[in-house]
């Protein structure tokens, strides 16, 4: 089924019930909110009492921004809900509050942040919040920490193997990180100007060999519940308080996947901002603090091996690279840097953020500590 605005009142009626907030005879304000490629999401409040609301998140069978011709599984919003369970259990208020979950229609309902903002207008502003970087650090490291595949008995582990194994989903990240932006995909794009980068890039063997060293990593590590998107548009952000969305892509894998994406989306608006010391200092200073917390937080009963740890940690720059060159050159960019109207200082950040994000990925294994890599900068 596939829902619409004029479909949404009648199903709302039918719902309440499960969804708990509205009364059937409740008369309803509905309107379509957020910017998201793949799902359509709506805001729905009383009329007379717009403060009452929730969120309804619903998966069209196909991808939203690409139309019915490409087709995609709406399971997408059961990992997600999954996920939202996993996060409100483990990691408690970093996350918008389910209230319920309709598998056949695929709609999630759940708290509604209306007066947050993404996290990426906050940077984009030169706002970087301390306390923000350290939450996302103790998010990261308790919902690992939870899942993670080494502290489960073997039931435990299967149950989560299995609750997330959203190979669909993956794939698409597969894709859309690890092999489309470096070969001659219709969906790529860059500034003009870059070519000459891109082609080095695309002809960089020993970087191509990296790079399906880490998708293969990717695809076949199952470490613990993992976001799988988890960049600063996925993050909401209101008086020094965030919380998680858009778990659509969760699944069982690489922990440092999720590090490496959230640090990467730091290290791209610092470049983004390179006229401006404060703002440049204040985002290594996050994403230092990141790290520190993630640490303190994954290892708290310290059973994990430091040679372990390490292995995470490479892993996690290997693929903060990545994630910093699909940004630039693939098919989703961002806005810290597509905002910067001056094409020659466009270009000047570009070729800086590339050429950082090839040395993360070429030089992964040997960086000894966040502080190495935030010192090349």
Not at 147 to 155: A, F
Not at 318 to 329: C, D, Q, T
């Amino acid at each position: 089924m596939e829902l619409d605005l004029a479909m949404l009142p009648e199903y709302l009626r039918q719902r309440h019930a499960k969804i708990g907030m509205f009364e059937p005879e409740t008369k309803l304000r509905i309107e379509e909110i957020g910017d998201g490629n793949l799902n359509t999401v709506y805001r729905v409040s009383e009329s007379v009492n717009p403060e009452r609301s929730i969120v309804l998140k619903h998966a069209p069978p196909y991808i939203k921004i690409l139309g019915p011709k490409y087709p995609l599984s709406i399971e997408r919003l059961t990992y997600e809900s999954r996920a939202l369970d996993i996060y409100n259990q483990f990691a408690s208020g970093t996350a918008p509050e389910l209230y319920d979950f309709d598998a056949e229609t695929a709609v999630i309902a759940m708290e509604d942040l209306r007066d947050a903002q993404v996290l990426r207008a906050d940077l984009i502003a030169g706002k970087v919040d301390p306390a923000i970087a350290e939450q996302m650090g103790r998010f990261m490291g308790a919902v690992h920490r939870h899942t993670y595949i080494e502290k489960l008995d073997s039931t435990t582990a299967q149950h989560y193997r299995q609750r997330f194994a959203n190979t669909t989903m993956q794939a698409i990240t597969a894709d859309y990180v690890f092999t489309f932006p470096y070969t001659e995909h219709e969906t790529n794009f860059w500034t003009p100007g870059l070519q000459p980068d891109v082609q080095r890039l695309k002809a960089d063997t020993d970087f191509l060999q990296q790079v399906e060293n880490l998708k293969q990593i990717f695809l076949t590590v199952q470490q613990a519940v993992t976001h799988g998107d988890l960049h600063t548009g996925s993050v909401l952000v209101q008086n020094n308080t965030a919380k998680v969305i858009d778990a659509e892509f969760a699944f069982y894998g690489p922990v440092g996947f999720d590090l490496g994406l959230y640090s990467a989306n730091y290290l791209l608006s610092y470049f983004s901002h390179q006229d401006t010391l404060d703002a440049q200092s204040a985002l290594k200073a996050a994403i230092a603090r990141t790290w520190q917390t993630y640490m303190l937080e994954f290892r708290v009963d310290e059973t994990l091996k430091e040679q372990t740890l390490q292995q995470i940690f490479h892993e996690a720059i290997g693929f903060a690279g990545l994630e910093m060159l699909r940004r630039l050159i693939g098919a989703a960019h961002v806005r810290d840097i597509e905002g910067i109207a001056d094409i020659s200082r466009k270009l000047s950040v570009e070729r800086a953020a590339l050429q950082f994000g090839l040395t993360l990925v070429k030089q992964h294994q040997s960086f000894r500590d966040v502080s190495a890599v935030l010192a090349m900068l």
